[in-house]
């Protein structure tokens, strides 16, 4: 039996194959194709929150096996704590470390929530309460909607506390200091103490606390120790005011355009190396304030009537003010929420 084949039957048969050997070229070409991304954070190398950032970096790295590059950048050496996000919304660049009390209340002053003292008593607590409760949700979306971002890992710098090149030792001492202010929710505490303000971002507290612009701050104990803070400063003093959280964030229409697998890989690496740095923080900080006792710093804990006179001042003439810039639905639904 003879088969005849047309010529016609042929040039489909060669054109299917061509294209089928394009598709795979080009499918081949996608899959090898390297995505990179920057990543910029304003702590120093050695900051906890540095180390974590870096760690996250480098095992996205490793697990991509070429496919995305993450290039780090710290010590601001792309943008401040301040310009963080806004570069991140911009797209300048496509990854940032956000210190969230800095860079959300602008956005929506309703995250000013996080800085009512003895609100939250954990970080779990503080993020389960914008990612579980239906108003906190709602004050998240909006903050990641309007800043065209997408959370990737917790990364948190700390407790807050107290730091001075002066004696600490409770309510009186603090009047007439001269105090760093960095974000709004700080003024009215200075203001309630007779604390004199000076606004400053982080990259020029060294240099305020060696002249003598500044000589208080309100601070994570690690950061004393990252940015050389604890050259000039001789006292702390506790209680805790509020939990810090930080996050890596990245930009969510670059975030969008990534292939699925390099999402998910970048989710997985986050909360794995953003449950390590969660689990050390509080270490890492008491760890730090004893460094500090064997440099010759003093730490105060404020105890009996001098931490009754500072929580009365607190929730006097601090809470309200700050309260103030917080819708009364939400203080309610975090207080419900923790109360639960």
């Known amino acids: ?15 299917a194959l061509a294209a089928g050997a394009l598709s795979l070229l080009f499918a081949s070409a996608a899959s090898a194709q390297e995505y990179t991304a920057r990543l910029s954070v304003h702590w120093g190398p050695t900051h906890h929150s540095a180390i974590h950032a870096k760690m996250f970096a480098d095992e ?13 950048f710290p010590s601001g050496q792309l943008f401040g704590i301040r310009e963080q996000l806004g570069a991140v919304t ?14 959300f209340p602008p956005i929506n ?6 800085s009512i003292t003895g609100m939250f008593d954990s970080y779990g607590e503080q993020r389960a309460f914008f990612q579980d409760d239906p108003t906190g949700k709602a004050v998240w979306d909006d903050i990641t909607t309007k800043s065209d971002s997408v959370l990737l890992m917790y990364d948190p710098v700390g407790p807050v506390m107290t730091f001075s090149s002066q004696e600490l030792n409770g309510v009186k001492s603090m009047s007439g200091l001269k105090a760093r202010a960095l ?19 982080t990259g020029e507290v060294y240099s305020g606390l060696q002249t003598g ?17 604890w050259e000039y400063l001789t006292h702390g003093q506790k209680p805790y005011q509020y939990y810090a959280d930080a996050y890596i964030m990245a930009n969510k229409t670059w975030f969008n355009e990534l292939p699925q697998d390099l999402q998910q890989l970048l989710i997985d690496v986050g909360q794995e ?11 890492t900080g008491e760890e730090t304030l004893a460094e500090f006792q064997e440099r010759g710093g ?7 009537d001098a931490l009754a006179e500072f929580n009365t001042l607190m929730s006097d003439k601090v809470m309200p003010v700050i309260a103030e810039t917080v819708d009364a639905d939400v203080i309610a639904a975090a207080s419900a929420f923790t109360a639960n």
């Open 273 to 283: 190396v953003g449950q390590i740095s969660t689990d050390e923080i509080l270490k």
């Open 298 to 304: 003093i730490v105060t804990e404020l105890e009996g």
């Open 109 to 114: 002053k309703n995250f000013n929530v996080v």
């Open 183 to 201: 974000i709004g929710a700080e003024r009215p505490m200075w203001e309630a103490l007779g604390a004199n303000t000076v606004s400053m971002p």
């Open 90 to 103: 911009s797209g300048a660049v496509e990854m940032g470390g956000i210190v969230a009390v800095v860079s």
């Open 60 to 72: 996205v790295n490793k697990r991509a096996d070429g496919r995305l590059r993450i290039d780090y």
């Open 1 to 15: 039996m003879k088969f005849l084949i047309s010529t016609r039957t042929l040039k489909v048969g060669w054109a």
């Open 213 to 229: 612009i500044i000589d208080t701050i309100n601070s994570p104990p690690g950061s004393i120790r990252a940015f050389s803070w």
